[in-house]
Nanobody
Framework: QVQLVESGGGLVQAGGSLRLSCAAS????????MGWFRQAPGKEREFVAAINRSGGMTYYTDSVKGRFTISRDNAKNTVYLQMNSLKPEDTAVYYCAADFLGSTSPTLTSYEYWGQGTQVTVSS
């Protein structure tokens, strides 16, 4: 069982930056691949980024490549999402998720555990 708690969301102007954090409970954090997803109002939840167990491999959806960076600190049981050059279309609730099979899949159903989400709002 893993419990995930996101933080770091907020209101930022276009072009600004935010860093999201996702703190995980339990001693098995390093056993999970981790992902970030987002859901804008009226839209389906979508994949943003994923990172493998060791942190050595990362994956991004095309719309955030070069702007967002996913990372993890297994000693702190935390995964991060650094978001730079934010755009109004990045506005959404951002969720972190844990995948015990370590697949780093962009598919929602591959992830067994989810956080409650943190709101990111980018003003133009």
């Amino acid at each position: 069982q893993v419990q995930l708690v996101e933080s770091g969301g907020g209101l930022v102007q276009a072009g600004g930056s935010l860093r999201l954090s996702c703190a995980a409970s339990g001693r098995t954090f390093k056993s999970y691949a981790m992902g970030w997803f987002r859901q804008a109002p009226g839209k389906e939840r979508e994949f943003v980024a994923a990172i493998n167990r060791s942190g050595g491999m990362t994956y991004y959806t095309d719309s955030v490549k070069g702007r967002f960076t996913i990372s993890r600190d297994n000693a702190k049981n935390t995964v991060y999402l650094q978001m730079n050059s934010l755009k109004p279309e990045d506005t959404a609730v951002y969720y972190c998720a844990a995948d015990f099979l370590g697949s780093t899949s962009p598919t929602l159903t591959s992830y067994e555990y989810w956080g409650q989400g943190t709101q990111v709002t980018v003003s133009s």
